[in-house]
C-alpha cells in the first residue's frame, strides 16, 4: 500500500527521480536514481521543515495506517483448551469429512497414474503421506479396494449415465475383444460417442468386461445384450457398432439386429497386405530389414559401433525401428529408418558383418515403397484422429483410389505392387457407396456434402437423406443466420500428388450459388445446404452444424445423428492399451471386476474432472 505522503506529492512527468509537492510545487528528490532505490524519507522531511500544517495531517494518516496493518496482521489470542489442543493432535477419524477426501484424491491419483493399489503399503508413499498431514492415518489395501474404489466407480458412472440421458437420441459405438499377455484374461470393450445440444462431440468409455469362454457369435450377442442393458440403452438409440472384420463379430451383430460396420483401418490393413506385403520381392526386403534390425536390437556392441559411425557422419544419433508383422505402418516406419540410415550402414556393412543387406535396387525399391504407401499411413492417421467420423469413408477412399491411378516418377519397380494395391482397395470398399451411414453422413458433412458422388448417384443420395428428414426428425423454427455460413478462411494449395491434393482435384470447381434464407421445409433446408460451397478440409464440421442449426434446423438434428458415427475402432483399441497398462505384472492377479473399474475410471474421469 503506498505511504500516505502521496497525498501531498506527485511524481514529476519529465524525471520520475523528483516529486512535486502540492503546497509549493517544488521538486524534491526522491533518494536515487533508480527506483529500486526511492524512498520518501526526503518527502517527509520537506512538509516536516516547510509545511507543518500538512506534517500535522500526515502523521494522522501514517499512525492510522500502522494501526489497520497491526489489526491485519495479528490474529486475536485466544487460549485453548487442554481439550481443544489435544483434539487437534488426535487422528482424523475415519468418518470425518477430511479422511474420506483425502482417501477419495488418493483413489483419484491410484486410478488416472495407473499406480497399484499396493502403492498404499509403499513405505516411500507412506512417509509422504504422513509427512503432509500426520493426523491422516492411510488405510491398507483393502479399504481402496474395497470401499474407495466402488464409491469413486458409481461416481464416474452416474455422471456418464447422466452425460447419455442429456436428450440424446443416437450413440456411435465401438467393441473390440483383447487378452492380456500377464494373465489369462480376455476382455470385451464398448466405446460410446455422441453429439450433445450444443454440437460437441462427447467420448465415453461404458465398458471393458471380462469376456471368458469361447468367443462365438452367441456368446457376443448375450455379451451385448447385458451391456447395454446394464446402461439402459434401447436398441433404437444405437446408431452404429465399428467392430472389427472377424466373422464370429459380424454374425453376433447381425444376429443381435444391431446395425454395425468393420473398422476402416482395420480394411486398410488387410488391402495393404494383400496389395503388397505378399509380393515377393517386397517380402524379402522387409524379412532383410527386420534381420538387420534384430542385429542391432541384439547386439549393444553392433550398436555401439553403428553409433560411432553415425557420429563420424555428423548424422544424428538414432535406432533402428523394429516392425510389429500385425501393424503394416510400422513395417513402413522400419524401412524409413533402415532408408534414413542407409549412408551409416553402408560404411557399417564395409567394416563389420551384418546378417543381411540391401543391394543398390533393393535400397531403390524400399525408397519407392514408402512412397507408394505414404498415403495410406496419411489416411491412417486422418481416420484414427479422435474427430474423424462415418462421413470421412468415402471422400478419403475416392482420394486414394484417383492417387493410385495416377502414373507418378516413384512407380518405377512398384507397378505391379500398386496395381495390386489398387485392386485390393477396390474389392475391400467397393459397396461403400451403397452403404446407408456412410452415404448420409457423407452428405451431411459440409466439407463434403455431394461433391464426392458421381452424377449418377446424387439424386439416389439426395433421396436417402430426404426420407431421413421426412421420417422422424422434428422441424426446429428459428431466425436465419446468414454470417454463420462457417466456410472459413481459404486453405493452402495442397502438394500435388498428394492425398490431401485429391481432395482438392475431386471438389473441382466448387462455386459459390448463393446464401439462404431460414426455411420451415426441409426439402428447402436441403437445397439450399447444397447449393453453397463446402467449407475448409480443415474445417469443422459440428462447429458449422452449431453455427448454422437456426437456417437449417431439420439438416442439423439429422447432422447430431450421422456425425456421432466413428469410423473405426480405434477408441476400443486405446482403451486395451490403458488395461495393458493397468494388468501388467505387478497387477497379473487383479480381479477382473477390480480391473474393469480401474479401465473405467481412467478413461472417463478426467471428462468428469473438466466439468
Not at 20 to 46: D, S
Not at 118 to 137: A, K
Not at 382 to 395: E, G, L
Not at 453 to 471: E, H, M, W, Y
Amino acid at each position: 500500500m503506498a505511504s500516505p505522503v502521496w497525498q501531498f506529492y506527485v511524481v514529476c512527468e519529465k524525471d520520475n527521480t523528483l516529486a512535486i509537492c502540492n503546497v509549493c510545487t517544488k521538486q524534491i528528490p526522491r533518494g536515487g536514481k533508480h527506483a529500486k532505490h526511492f524512498n520518501t524519507t526526503n518527502l517527509i522531511r520537506h512538509l516536516k521543515v516547510s509545511h507543518v500544517k500538512e506534517y500535522e495531517q500526515f502523521s494522522k494518516l501514517a499512525s492510522a495506517k500502522r494501526e489497520r496493518d497491526r489489526s491485519a496482521t495479528q490474529a486475536p489470542l485466544t487460549q485453548l483448551s487442554v481439550t481443544e489442543t489435544f483434539q487437534r493432535k488426535q487422528p482424523y477419524s475415519r468418518d470425518s469429512k477430511k479422511h474420506k477426501e483425502i482417501s477419495d484424491k488418493i483413489m483419484e491419483f491410484i486410478c488416472l497414474d495407473h499406480q497399484p493399489l499396493s502403492v498404499v503399503e509403499d513405505e516411500g508413499f507412506q512417509r509422504l503421506m504422513s509427512y503432509l498431514d500426520s493426523r491422516y492415518t492411510l488405510p491398507g489395501r483393502k479399504y481402496f479396494t474395497d470401499v474407495c474404489l466402488p464409491q469413486l466407480y458409481q461416481t464416474v458412472f452416474t455422471y456418464v449415465d447422466s452425460l447419455m440421458k442429456d436428450n440424446i437420441t443416437s450413440i456411435g459405438f465401438t467393441s473390440d475383444i483383447w487378452s492380456a499377455s500377464v494373465c489369462p484374461m480376455s476382455m470385451l470393450s464398448l466405446t460410446a460417442q455422441f453429439i450433445n445440444q450444443n454440437f460437441e462431440l462427447q467420448k465415453v468409455v461404458l465398458h471393458s468386461q471380462e469376456f471368458s469362454g469361447s468367443h462365438t457369435a452367441e456368446a457376443l450377442v448375450a455379451a451385448f445384450s447385458d451391456m447395454f442393458q446394464a446402461w439402459g440403452i434401447p436398441k433404437e438409440k444405437v446408431h452404429v457398432i465399428l467392430r472389427d472384420n472377424a466373422k464370429n463379430m459380424e454374425k453376433a451383430m447381425r444376429d443381435a439386429h444391431l446395425p454395425s460396420l468393420p473398422c476402416m483401418a482395420h480394411s486398410l490393413q488387410l488391402a495393404v497386405t494383400e496389395g503388397v506385403m505378399s509380393q515377393r520381392s517386397i517380402a524379402d526386403i522387409i524379412a532383410s530389414g527386420r534381420r538387420i534390425v534384430g542385429h542391432f536390437k541384439h547386439s549393444p556392441l553392433a550398436y555401439s559401433r553403428l553409433q560411432s559411425i553415425q557420429k563420424q557422419l555428423g548424422q544424428p544419433i538414432k535406432r533402428l525401428q523394429q516392425d510389429v508383422p500385425t501393424r503394416w505402418n510400422s513395417t513402413v516406419y522400419m524401412l524409413q529408418s533402415l532408408l534414413e540410415q542407409k549412408r551409416a550402414l553402408c560404411a557399417y556393412v564395409a567394416d563389420y558383418d551384418l546378417p543381411s543387406m540391401f543391394t543398390s535396387s533393393q535400397w531403390k525399391l524400399v525408397e519407392n515403397m514408402i512412397s507408394l504407401l505414404a498415403p495410406f499411413e496419411e489416411l491412417t492417421q486422418q481416420i484414427s484422429s479422435s474427430t474423424a467420423s462415418a462421413a470421412d469413408v468415402i471422400p478419403s477412399i475416392r482420394a486414394l483410389t484417383r492417387l493410385l491411378e495416377k502414373t507418378a516418377e516413384t512407380d518405377h519397380g512398384v507397378k505391379t505392387s500398386k496395381a495390386t494395391l489398387l485392386e485390393a482397395v477396390q474389392k475391400r470398399f467397393r459397396d461403400i457407396e451403397c452403404e446407408r451411414l456412410y452415404s448420409i453422413a457423407t452428405i451431411l458433412d459440409p466439407r463434403y456434402k455431394d461433391r464426392y458422388f458421381s452424377d449418377a448417384v446424387k439424386p439416389q443420395i439426395r433421396g436417402l437423406l430426404s426420407n431421413v428428414l421426412a421420417t422422424g426428425l422434428e422441424q426446429q423454427d428459428g431466425e436465419a443466420s446468414l454470417a454463420a455460413s462457417g466456410s472459413g478462411p481459404p486453405e493452402k494449395v495442397p502438394r500435388t500428388g498428394s492425398l490431401h491434393a485429391m481432395y482438392a482435384e475431386l471438389l473441382g470447381g466448387d462455386q459459390e450459388c448463393g446464401s439462404s434464407e431460414n426455411s420451415s421445409s426441409a426439402s428447402l433446408q436441403l437445397n439450399f445446404y447444397l447449393s453453397e460451397p463446402v467449407i475448409a478440409q480443415s474445417g469443422q464440421p459440428l462447429v458449422y452444424w452449431q453455427n448454422n442449426k437456426s437456417r437449417f434446423p431439420a439438416l442439423a438434428q439429422a447432422a447430431r445423428t450421422y456425425l456421432c458415427a466413428p469410423c473405426t475402432s480405434v477408441d476400443s483399441e486405446r482403451l486395451f492399451s490403458t488395461a495393458g497398462n493397468i494388468i501388467d505384472e505387478k497387477r497379473n492377479k487383479l480381479s477382473a471386476k477390480n480391473a474393469e473399474m480401474l479401465i473405467f475410471i481412467k478413461k472417463n474421469l478426467p471428462l468428469m474432472l473438466k466439468k
